[in-house]
């Protein structure tokens, strides 16, 4: 079977899938080195409690629903980037800071890339879900990833605040990662919207225009 899209009839269980075995592998490995790797145990656990959570749905619902191959790839790709920052902190990441010394910013943007990540990488898989899944409209289908995307951009803001507050205080400026920033999480929720956004005005090009999507 051929590399599967949301347009795609036939998915492949994960007994089949050899593209979703070496996603499992490759994520467990990098998860085990960012656990090993961190110097704050406390902010990799409250950073990868949602991971958790994330990934324990993808395995529960995929009896009833698999994705695509191109949205597991999306998805992996996403986790990969959380994870990492996880290791470090989004504040203290190594490649943001090298962004920042190379572009001379004034802060350390790798949360900022990771929000416009979560837009720009789950929109897709959101739709494949909608298209697939639920059979919506195909319009309903292209617009309202980016409205979810913005309703989780929020909710997440109000979790992560929450999470802080109560469970670990101590780590809460560093697990916040607002940088001195007092508009931080409204800029990360419209970092998120506008790769959502992207992403479906360029998946309805690709799809009018070149192939399917």
Avoid at 9 to 17: I, M, V
Avoid at 50 to 60: D, E, P, Q, R, S
Avoid at 159 to 177: D, M, S, T
Avoid at 185 to 204: E, P, T
Wanted: net charge neutral.
């Amino acid at each position: 079977m051929p590399f599967t899209t949301a347009s795609s009839p036939a998915r492949r269980p994960f007994r089949e899938s050899l593209l979703l075995k070496a996603f499992l592998t490759i994520f467990l490995i990098c998860w085990a080195v960012t656990f090993m790797n961190t110097t704050d145990r406390a902010n990799w656990v409250t950073e990868n409690v949602l991971t958790v959570i994330f990934i324990g749905g993808l395995v529960i619902s995929h009896r009833h629903f698999r994705f695509s191959d191109l949205s597991y790839t999306l998805i992996f790709i996403y986790i990969l980037l959380h994870i990492y920052g996880a290791e470090y902190t989004y504040a203290e990441n190594p490649f943001g800071y090298w962004l920042q010394e190379h572009l001379g910013g004034a802060r350390n943007h790798y949360d900022r890339i990771v929000h416009c990540s979560f837009g720009f990488l789950l929109a897709y898989p959101m739709r494949d879900w909608f298209m697939n899944h639920f059979q919506w409209p195909t319009w309903v289908c292209w617009v309202l990833p980016a409205e979810i995307t913005l309703s989780f951009s929020g909710a997440y803001e109000l979790i992560e605040w929450l999470v802080a507050e109560v469970f670990f205080p101590a780590q809460g400026v560093a697990y916040l990662g607002t940088q001195g920033d007092m508009w931080d999480a409204q800029k990360d929720m419209g970092l998120a919207f506008s790769g959502a956004i992207v992403a479906m005005i360029g998946g309805w090009l690709l799809k009018k225009f070149v192939k399917p999507a």
